[in-house]
């Protein structure tokens, strides 16, 4: 299937942080709102040099196009990291309009074989991180809507459709998705909207040789044909964070090529 470039609204002037931005979803995003014009603060964890070489290239690349990013650091397993995460990314931006709550983890493990310890992991980091950075976001946006602010989730098509071996990222995802609603409801009054943006399967490097039944099977059902591309999810986050979107919150946005309407028999 021949794919367009996508013409993206201007987001020039909006200062955005995007969580885990080393990934491949994550800098996906980046790239698109860079090409919208968004200024970025760009959030690692720093665990690994990977995960800081991959930013500091993204960084490199970005400004490079005439965009403008830094990066900030931080492990968000940490007490008091998102609100530290909320302060740096102020200090570099002047501000900030706008959140993509994008770092996650998803490990495989048999609801029977998962361990409390893990699933208490993949809850935090999922989902308490998520919480704790809405909240120190939404504190650091202010009460005075002088222009459009937004925060998006980035859940996932499990939150509805678990699959094997993913109960606590499914069980995660799922109350992502109703923290954005309850956060809309809560926030809205301050001008700041919340949506969720709920990723099919993703293509990555390697994937379609590591997996490839699975490829197949989604290929084969899913009715656009295709797999999602990191770009595919980074033009909903924009599209949620531009002035069409305006009075559009509380919502979750299912970016998978329609998997989700696709019969069960």
Not at 26 to 39: E, K, L, M, P, V
Not at 161 to 178: L, S, W
Not at 191 to 210: D, M, T
Request: charged content about 20%; overall charge negative.
């Amino acid at each position: 299937m021949t794919r367009r470039e996508t013409a993206l609204p201007d987001l020039s002037g909006q200062r955005v942080l995007v969580t885990g931005a080393s990934g491949g979803i994550g800098s996906g995003i980046a790239r698109r709102f860079a090409a919208a014009g968004a200024r970025l603060a760009l959030h690692y964890r720093g665990t690994t040099a990977s995960s800081a070489e991959a930013v500091a290239a993204l960084v490199e690349e970005l400004r490079e196009g005439g965009g403008h990013a830094v990066a900030v650091r931080a492990d968000l397993r940490d007490p008091g990291a998102a609100e530290t995460l909320i302060d740096d990314t102020v200090r570099a931006l002047g501000g900030i309009d706008g959140l993509v709550n994008n770092a996650g983890i998803q490990p495989l493990s048999p609801l029977a074989d998962t361990s409390r310890a893990e699933w208490d992991e993949v809850l935090s980091v999922n989902l308490g991180a998520v919480f704790e950075l809405a909240r120190a976001a939404a504190a650091a946006m202010g009460e005075a809507p002088v222009r459009d602010r937004w925060i998006t989730h980035i859940a996932s098509i499990e939150a509805s459709r678990p699959a094997p071996a993913h109960a606590h990222y499914a069980v995660a995802k799922a109350g992502v998705v109703m923290h954005a609603r309850a956060a809309a409801l809560e926030l809205g009054r301050a001008g700041i909207r919340v949506n969720a943006v709920s990723p099919g399967l993703v293509e990555r490097p390697g994937l379609a040789e590591a997996w490839p039944e699975g490829v197949a099977s989604w290929e084969a059902r899913a009715p656009l044909g295709r797999l999602a591309t990191a770009e595919d999810i980074g033009n909903a986050c924009v599209l949620l964070a531009s002035p069409a979107a305006s009075f559009i919150t509380g919502q979750d946005l299912a970016v998978d090529g329609g998997m989700l309407a696709t019969p069960g028999w």
